[in-house]
């Protein structure tokens, strides 16, 4: 294991900040030294990675970047009551289905399991033996899975991950994750998070437009209801070949969002991975 040899005369060469200065509380490694992460992995620290786009479509009314504000602020919220390591946030995704609109960016599954295993890699190299990825995606969960996967078969490590979207299902009724409510998810954690940026004008355009199906897939399309099979989807502004045709970028009602269903979302998340966390590394 990496870590920092201290000088043998008794004087201290550096102050080290160290797990136990800090018992309840954790880091983000973008604000440490060099020094001072190699301590705090040394003293086993779990590391936090944030997995989530920076730059994805979801409708006229958020911004591109939803999905990474959300993940950083529920990795803020971790680190305010565990000991954990945040690391930065890997906000290049998997989004094959948001790919054709403007400002979304994508990266094809190879490239997307290769840059985060890298990354996992970088961690465990410097000595991190305890890693969760803070995944805030439903595309990126199937490639994150043989990402874990293969870390497993090649380092000999189990790393855990925490789909957000899956999560906090209390906050918005106890339903689970599906497209048909991710709107109303986002749209409510933006408003508990960021309200400023959410356009709310067009929210209510959104409202005046419902009978509009083109705007709300699956249900607006002509695409078949599976009970047990799945294709995937490639939704698309203007006609596309084996698209479907989406024009707002939009999956839900979002007009059903409020900033007390995000708030609500948000803590059932934390609490949910803070005591599935302590449950496998009771030491937390």
Sequence with gaps: MLGWLQPTN??????????SSHPRSG?????????????LLGDGLPVVIPVASASRAHGPHLPLGTDRLVAEVVAERLLASLPV???PCIAQGFQPAFMDYPGSQHLEANTFQALVAEVVEGYLRHGAERILLLNNGIATEAPLKLV??????HHGVRIATADLPRLGSLGLGSRS??????DERDTSLLL??????????RLQEMAADADDEEGMPPDGTDEPRLLSLRRPLRFTPEEREGGVLNRSGTTGNATAATAEKGEALLAAMVDEIVADLRLLWPDL
């Design 10 to 19: 008794g004087t201290l060469r550096y102050p080290l900040v160290t797990a």
């Design 27 to 39: 880091f983000r490694l973008a604000d440490l030294t060099w020094v001072d992460a190699a301590n």
């Design 85 to 87: 390591l945040v690391a």
């Design 148 to 153: 874990a996967q293969d870390i497993l078969h």
């Design 177 to 182: 994750a599906s497209v048909d409510d991710l």
């Design 192 to 201: 508990a998070i960021q309200p400023a940026l959410v356009r709310l004008d």
